[in-house]
């Protein structure tokens, strides 16, 4: 009699571009600063061998050095048709011209009477002498959801702001990842929205929001899927909310890094922790990895300690290109280094079928 026993064995191996175990560590170093007082997400770029870097408190100034750490030289930036009101410089992008495009986040005063309470808006601009000069190219990203003027967080009615653009790996779309601040609670949260890379010079109604797998969505007025959604709403005055996403392209890890604030409880911005996030495909939102925390509230002294991003330290390093190592800093301050990691997991070795369905087949008499 023969027998013959056929096992099946099935190697389950991660597919090319898949994350595996990404980590971001963060070690404590001497303190460094930028070179001004910031209050949102601070843009770098190089020209000419030297860096360059927006700073903003409700009006853009830009400094120069010939490393991130400094001596700087500080200088107002001069704003061409810019509407008067608070702006900060949150994104920039340069050309191989040399020309520089950017995008700001923007606050509008007098919403409602007896009251300080703005919805933020995003809009674009165009420079080519460096960033001294900045033409606007107007509003690309603006909520269509009522405002809400009995807000309780302490600033914001609605609107959409606090972001960061990175451009894909394939040149094709530039990706806005933003908050959203008002209209219902499931709408809330940090969302996305791109731009064709050919649309650069002419962009007002050329972005489109990320709506339920979908980015058709218009940047002006149109609805959104948040990639992080609150628990608990930005209207109330303890809210819980990942906001201000800071995003590089990590060349280490080959992948997009993502930091993130983390509002919890009173008053409305309470900084709870620094999270991190990552992905590989910036076309398919809903990839990206649940946030985990690299510093927490012990870490800050006061409620006010946000806009945590990175400055990589390579020769082109900015706050969207790092390596390995990198500085972080949370609002403007640098007390800390961090360091990514990566561990691909074992292959998996399955038996299929199971054990006692392994068939015995044996040859008819």
């Given at each position: 009699?023969?027998?013959?026993i056929?096992?099946?064995?099935?190697?389950?191996?991660?597919?090319?571009?898949?994350?595996?175990?990404?980590?971001?560590?963060v070690?404590v170093?001497?303190?460094v600063?930028?070179?001004?007082?910031?209050?949102?997400n601070?843009?770098?770029?190089?020209?000419?061998?030297?860096?360059?870097?927006?700073?903003?408190?409700?009006?853009?100034?830009?400094?120069?050095?010939?490393?991130?750490?400094?001596?700087?030289?500080?200088?107002?930036?001069?704003?061409?048709?810019?509407?008067?009101?608070?702006?900060?410089?949150?994104?920039?992008?340069?050309?191989?011209?040399?020309?520089?495009?950017?995008?700001?986040?923007?606050?509008?005063?007098?919403?409602?009477?007896?009251?300080?309470?703005?919805?933020p808006?995003?809009g674009?601009?165009?420079?080519?002498?460096?960033?001294?000069?900045?033409?606007?190219?107007?509003?690309?990203?603006?909520?269509?959801?009522?405002?809400?003027?009995?807000?309780?967080?302490?600033?914001?009615?609605?609107?959409?702001?606090?972001?960061?653009?990175?451009?894909?790996?394939?040149?094709?779309?530039?990706?806005?990842?933003?908050?959203?601040?008002?209209?219902?609670?499931?709408?809330?949260?940090?969302?996305?929205?791109?731009?064709?890379?050919?649309?650069?010079?002419?962009?007002?109604?050329?972005?489109?929001?990320?709506?339920?797998?979908?980015?058709?969505?218009p940047?002006?007025?149109?609805?959104?899927t948040?990639?992080?959604?609150?628990?608990r709403?930005?209207?109330?005055?303890?809210?819980?909310?990942?906001?201000?996403?800071?995003?590089?392209?990590?060349?280490?890890?080959?992948?997009?890094?993502?930091?993130?604030?983390h509002?919890?409880?009173?008053?409305?911005?309470?900084q709870?922790?620094?999270?991190?996030?990552?992905?590989?495909?910036?076309?398919?939102?809903?990839?990206?990895?649940?946030?985990?925390?690299?510093?927490?509230?012990?870490?800050?002294?006061?409620?006010?300690?946000?806009?945590?991003?990175?400055?990589?330290?390579?020769?082109?390093g900015?706050?969207?290109?790092?390596?390995?190592?990198?500085?972080?800093?949370?609002?403007?301050?640098?007390?800390?280094?961090?360091?990514f990691?990566?561990?691909?997991?074992?292959?998996?070795?399955?038996?299929?079928?199971?054990?006692?369905?392994?068939?015995?087949?044996?040859p008819e008499?």
């Amino acid at each position: 009699m023969m027998r013959w026993i056929y096992r099946f064995f099935t190697i389950a191996l991660a597919p090319f571009g898949a994350l595996f175990a990404q980590e971001a560590k963060v070690r404590v170093v001497d303190k460094v600063t930028m070179p001004i007082q910031v209050d949102s997400n601070s843009p770098a770029f190089w020209r000419d061998g030297r860096l360059f870097q927006f700073g903003s408190a409700g009006r853009p100034r830009l400094s120069e050095a010939s490393n991130p750490f400094g001596p700087w030289e500080t200088r107002d930036v001069s704003f061409a048709a810019l509407e008067a009101c608070p702006h900060w410089m949150e994104s920039v992008w340069t050309d191989v011209d040399g020309t520089l495009f950017g995008w700001y986040h923007a606050e509008p005063v007098g919403l409602f009477e007896d009251s300080t309470m703005t919805a933020p808006k995003i809009g674009a601009v165009i420079s080519i002498d460096g960033g001294q000069t900045i033409l606007d190219l107007g509003v690309v990203l603006e909520s269509g959801d009522p405002l809400d003027p009995g807000a309780q967080n302490g600033y914001f009615a609605g609107g959409h702001g606090d972001f960061s653009v990175v451009l894909d790996r394939e040149r094709k779309f530039f990706y806005f990842f933003f908050d959203n601040y008002g209209g219902p609670a499931a709408s809330q949260g940090v969302a996305a929205a791109r731009m064709a890379f050919e649309d650069l010079i002419d962009p007002v109604g050329k972005v489109r929001k990320y709506y339920k797998g979908e980015w058709n969505e218009p940047g002006l007025g149109g609805r959104v899927t948040p990639i992080f959604p609150v628990k608990r709403a930005w209207q109330l005055s303890d809210p819980d909310a990942f906001w201000g996403p800071a995003l590089h392209w990590n060349t280490y890890l080959k992948c997009f890094v993502m930091l993130l604030n983390h509002a919890q409880g009173s008053p409305g911005w309470a900084q709870e922790g620094v999270y991190v996030s990552f992905a590989t495909d910036l076309s398919k939102p809903d990839t990206w990895l649940a946030p985990a925390r690299i510093l927490d509230k012990s870490s800050f002294s006061g409620w006010y300690f946000f806009y945590p991003q990175v400055m990589g330290l390579g020769p082109s390093g900015t706050d969207t290109l790092a390596g390995q190592t990198a500085r972080l800093y949370v609002g403007g301050v640098s007390k800390w280094e961090i360091d990514f990691s990566v561990k691909a997991p074992e292959p998996v070795i399955e038996v299929d079928p199971p054990e006692e369905a392994v068939r015995d087949l044996v040859p008819e008499p």
